[in-house]
């Protein structure tokens, strides 16, 4: 064996071990984003699109490949035999120009028919109606028939349609769970609309699916499906104002979440209450930045990139920017003390 082979040897055993390696990459028992699991019905009509474009791709590669197999072992070289030459074959040429037609009507027509079939507003009594908006980076969800306003995690019942008018706030933005639905666009200045449903009750990861600055793949989201009952009761628990601070210091962190501090570090103008709002604290009304109002029921904050728990909250208000790149909620500077009152207060908001 010379050199050149031993190479030419090694090369085809490190192809096949990348080949291998991301076939088995495929094979993850846990894909939370896998579009080859659907979960609600929009889903399941683009996953039966897929499956039809699939099996009509396999078939025609395997077709191809095995003429192409049959010509290079029927017509190879052989010693003594010359070639026959010819020139056209206008029946082959139209066998070659119909086939292919007729294979793309076969998925064209379903295609289309799925396009249509998805882009139609679900109608009815109990279609469920949340405005979605899309900012850098995070997600605004608004129920406008049930007066409840939250962030990043989308509640909604099992079984119910539910019609997302979605549009942006900034830049561009993708909306997207891949198990309940197909992608949307987020645009600014333009009304979308995407339909979903969830056939159990679970926790659906989303994310947005267009580039959009320097936190893009920290965008993250999540649809929480309920039983009709618990969802009931969840609303009812969102419609409520946030509960009085119980204790001195999560009073002191409610008043220097509103006013800033007192010794003029951070003023007024660039306190919490500038940029969030929370229903039931006088003052704090802003519509800059994610409503707090019942923080603690959210299992995440930040869009899906940290649990909430006190240790995050910590992290998270001594350094915002350093925490998520690209985030609009500065660092002003936050004492010990002062993340200690806030985190308090933070930490009442059920």
């Known amino acids: ?17 990348v ?18 699991e659907p979960a609600g019905e929009s889903a399941r009509k683009a996953d039966g699109l897929w499956n039809l474009t699939f099996s009509i ?3 025609v590669f395997v077709f191809v490949q095995a003429a192409l197999i049959y010509s290079v072992i029927r017509y190879r070289a052989k010693p003594g035999r010359e070639a026959r030459q010819f020139e056209g074959n206008a029946r082959l040429e139209v ?46 969800y608004e129920y406008p028939d049930l007066d409840v306003v939250t962030a990043n995690e989308l509640h909604i019942p099992v079984g119910t349609p539910v019609n997302l ?8 933005h993708s909306f997207w769970v891949p198990r309940l639905a197909g992608t949307q666009d987020v645009v600014p200045g333009r009304v979308n609309r995407l339909t979903l449903e969830a056939d159990e009750p679970g926790t659906y990861r989303g994310q947005c699916k267009e580039f959009c600055g320097l936190s893009h793949a920290n965008m993250a989201l999540r649809v929480i499906a309920h039983e009709p009952a618990a969802f009931e ?4 628990e969102q419609q409520q104002p946030s509960a009085k601070p119980a204790g001195s210091l999560a009073a002191e962190g409610a008043k220097l979440f509103v ?7 951070f003023a007024a103008g ?25 923080l603690q029921s959210r299992k995440t904050f930040a869009a899906g990139l940290f649990k909430t728990n006190e240790a995050n909250l910590r992290a998270w208000l001594a350094d915002p920017p350093a925490r998520k790149p690209g985030s609009q909620m500065p660092d002003v500077g936050l004492t010990g003390g002062q993340i200690d009152a806030l985190v308090a207060y933070l930490e009442t908001l059920k």
Request: aromatic share 6%.
């Open 1 to 17: 064996m010379n050199l050149q082979t031993s190479r030419r040897g090694r090369a085809w055993v490190v192809a096949l071990a």
């Open 19 to 36: 080949a291998i390696g991301l076939l088995m990459a495929g094979c993850a028992s846990d894909a939370p984003q896998s579009v080859l």
């Open 57 to 59: 791709a396999v078939a």
């Open 95 to 140: 066998i070659l120009t119909v086939i292919p037609a007729l294979i793309l009507a076969a998925i064209a027509v379903p295609t289309v028919g799925t396009i249509f079939d998805l882009a139609g507003e679900p109608k009815g009594d109990d279609v469920l109606q949340v405005n979605v908006q899309g900012r850098q980076y995070w997600w605004l």
């Open 165 to 172: 008018t979605i549009e942006g706030y900034d830049v561009n």
């Open 233 to 236: 009761t969840w609303i009812a």
């Open 259 to 265: 006013n800033g501090s007192e010794d003029g570090q």
């Open 270 to 294: 660039a306190a919490c209450a500038s940029c969030h709002a929370i229903e039931g604290l006088d003052g704090a009304l802003g519509v800059i930045g994610p409503n707090l109002t019942h």
